[in-house]
């Protein structure tokens, strides 16, 4: 989603809690791992219960937690299950930050989503959705430079797209894996200068896109604005936020066997919501059951795979995306902040990876 103007604060981060642990302890590295405890900078928002059933998924004293805070706009939070570790994308600073159990946050990248010699003319340069495929490698979409790309194990960079027939990208927003490694992206114009009505821009539509052997193929350019993006625990249903302030909804589309999409239907609409609470739809995080976290108008939407709202984590900013890490938490990045929420569930989790060793 496109970022709101606002003051930049100095970065500040949670480094004491973070350090509590000796630096010669062990990460914490995926399920029943070590538990390294973390304090926050403090507490935001509220939790809004409209459904019994939230109380399968959030904890009674569930809470939101800020662990670091500072940030332009704070997007992307992907979970390295091999070293226990969050990344996530400051997309106006053009960076990946990297937040390890037991260590000091550190910078993991930079430049990451723009690595051109001039200067970037508009606001967002940076990456912005983040993912770690099954060999453990990171795809990064790369609004700058209009590219879904692959940090390969030696450090150097694959693009993996940047047209599609024979036309520039406008700027890659937000992917997923399916079953078989391929890759499904958005493509709204949020990191362009002027966003849609850039001069630059080469394609007349805002898609929904799939790799397959080097390949890009649009899926759908049925949304306006589409942007976070994620696969049902069975992977036969795709669902799409469009951050749309017209049309501010989420849809469910169905996956043929060939990975192509079927008709698709609005699983849940909050157009009514915006302008009276922060926030458009964005990124997505699916629970094992199929419940979707949906980042929109006021926070983290809880939805059923039906498309009820079970719940809302109000952060009470504009809050960009979200991702469950393999520690319990839900790890949420909203505007200038990082935060965290306890739950009692699971997102979908990629194929057991080999946990490096500490100095990652």
């Not at 114009?189 to 007349?204: F, H, M, N, S, V």
């Amino acid at each position: 989603m496109l970022r709101p103007l606002c003051a930049t604060l100095p970065l500040v981060l949670a480094a004491a809690g973070l350090l509590s642990a000796q630096e010669s302890d062990p990460p914490r590295a995926g399920r029943g791992g070590r538990q390294v405890q973390v304090e926050p900078l403090k507490i935001i928002g509220e939790i809004e219960r409209t459904s019994p059933e939230i109380d399968s998924l959030l904890p009674a004293d569930a809470r939101i937690e800020v662990l670091a805070a500072g940030f332009e706009w704070s997007e992307g939070p992907a979970w390295d299950p091999r070293s226990g570790s969050l990344l996530f994308s400051d997309i106006p600073r053009n960076q990946i930050v990297r937040l390890r159990p037991g260590r000091e946050p550190s910078i993991y990248l930079q430049p990451s989503g723009y690595t051109g010699t001039e200067r970037f003319a508009g606001y967002e340069p940076g990456t912005n959705g983040l993912i770690f495929d099954a060999e453990g490698r990171l795809l990064m979409c790369c609004h700058g430079d209009r590219m879904v790309k692959r940090q390969e194990a030696d450090g150097s960079f694959t693009v993996l797209a940047d047209r599609y027939d024979g036309k520039r990208l406008n700027s890659p927003n937000d992917l997923v894996l399916d079953r078989s490694g391929n890759v499904y992206f958005t493509d709204p114009p949020y990191g362009l200068p002027k966003a849609y009505d850039d001069p630059a821009r080469e394609l007349d539509w805002c898609g929904v896109y799939r790799i397959v052997d080097g390949k890009v193929e649009l899926l759908t350019d049925e949304m306006t604005r589409p942007n976070g993006i994620a696969f049902s625990p069975d992977y036969r249903t795709l669902y799409v936020a469009q951050s749309d302030p017209q049309a501010a909804i989420w849809k469910a589309f169905p996956v043929n066997e060939d990975g192509t999409l079927g008709e698709s239907r609005i699983l849940h609409d909050s157009t009514d919501q915006v302008g009276k609470v922060p926030g458009l739809p964005d990124g997505l995080a699916v629970d094992e059951h199929g419940n979707l976290w949906a980042t929109g108008p006021g926070g983290v939407l809880i939805l059923s795979p039906e498309g009820k709202l079970l719940g809302r984590i109000l952060t009470g900013e504009a809050t960009a995306n979200c991702t469950f890490g393999e520690d319990g938490w839900l790890y949420v990045t909203a505007d200038m902040y990082l935060c965290r929420v306890k739950t009692s569930t699971r997102g979908i989790t990629m194929p057991d990876l080999p946990r490096r060793g500490r100095n990652r």
